[in-house]
């Protein structure tokens, strides 16, 4: 059990860092939503086979379907959808720094609802993970103020807020639902229609001729790892854990974004990177660890 967690984490915290470069490359070349839609689309194709050949596919109620499809909308139209939108408009490694607001989100949410107590232990570690993207960001803070930048700043915060909402929806009255892969896949499904269809109501000429092969792979890419494996990794994680100390991977999710922007697009990595990542990383350490009895 603890081996299968541990994988999970990883997935989620490595695979959906390497998100944002996939989606900056991607949406170069392809229209963001139509890249968001057909990425699911695959992704939930990929899982209804895989449950298909294994005789796993489980008959669906309306109260079920009902469920799933609230979840499609706040956490793959809204949330993956708009984070694709503002990658447009701002670089991989604002849209990361700003999905960092997740956790406070989440745990605000899930004070409100009583669902958590307040803990010293959470807010330090919490603390300490917003102050290491501080330190990072520190003198980019300005770019927000670039009329550019104000699309995509505003869709991501609305990500946000949405995949938030879907955390706790997805932590509470899970008894209920389909079982893990059978709920992403239909998730994953209803999205790349509903997301596909969006963009060609925006734009219903679309020319694939345009698009770039980096941006084709990036997109077979976000939907293997990021859709698959990270999706599937997170809904199990969900189930495992509390939905504040899921939330708060997205501080990892930055630290490898912030890497992948040295390895691939030669970005330095400076003292003051090295210094915030060992705050991140203590932060998310402080708020999963439990001791043993």
């Not at 086979?49 to 309306?62: A, D």
């Not at 079982?179 to 269809?197: F, K």
Request: net charge positive; hydrophobic share 55%.
């Amino acid at each position: 059990m603890k081996t299968k967690l541990y994988l999970a984490l990883f997935c989620v915290a490595f695979f959906w860092g390497t998100t944002f470069l996939g989606i900056r490359i991607g949406v170069e070349t392809i229209p963001p939503f139509i890249l968001a839609g057909i990425r699911n689309f695959i992704s939930g194709s990929l899982i209804f086979l895989f449950l298909l050949v294994q005789k796993k596919l489980e008959p669906i109620t309306p109260r079920q379907f009902l469920r799933a499809f609230i979840l499609s909308i706040l956490m793959i139209v809204i949330a993956n959808g708009l984070t694709t939108y503002s990658e447009k408009y701002i670089s991989s490694g604002l849209a990361s720094l700003i999905s960092t607001l997740s956790p406070f989100f989440v745990l605000i949410l899930n004070l409100a609802l009583g669902n958590e107590k307040a803990s010293f232990k959470t807010s330090i570690g919490i603390f300490l993970g917003m102050f290491g993207i501080f330190l990072i960001y520190q003198n980019s803070i300005a770019d927000l103020l670039n009329p550019d930048y104000r699309n995509g700043v505003f869709a991501i915060l609305l990500a946000v807020i949405s995949w938030s909402v879907g955390t706790i929806i997805t932590k509470k009255g899970s008894a209920n639902s389909m079982t893990m892969l059978m709920n992403v896949s239909v998730q994953m499904l209803i999205a790349g229609v509903l997301l596909t269809a969006f963009q060609l109501y925006l734009t219903p000429t679309i020319s694939t001729e345009n698009w770039s092969i980096q941006s084709i792979f990036a997109m077979i890419y976000l939907a293997l790892f990021g859709s698959v494996v990270g999706y599937v990794a997170y809904s199990y994680l969900i189930s495992q854990m509390s939905s504040t100390k899921v939330s708060v991977l997205s501080y990892v999710n930055v630290v490898v974004a912030l890497f992948l922007g040295w390895l691939v697009l030669d970005e330095p990595i400076t003292n003051r990177i090295v210094l915030a990542t060992l705050f991140i990383i203590s932060g998310v350490l402080i708020v999963n660890y439990k001791k043993s009895n």
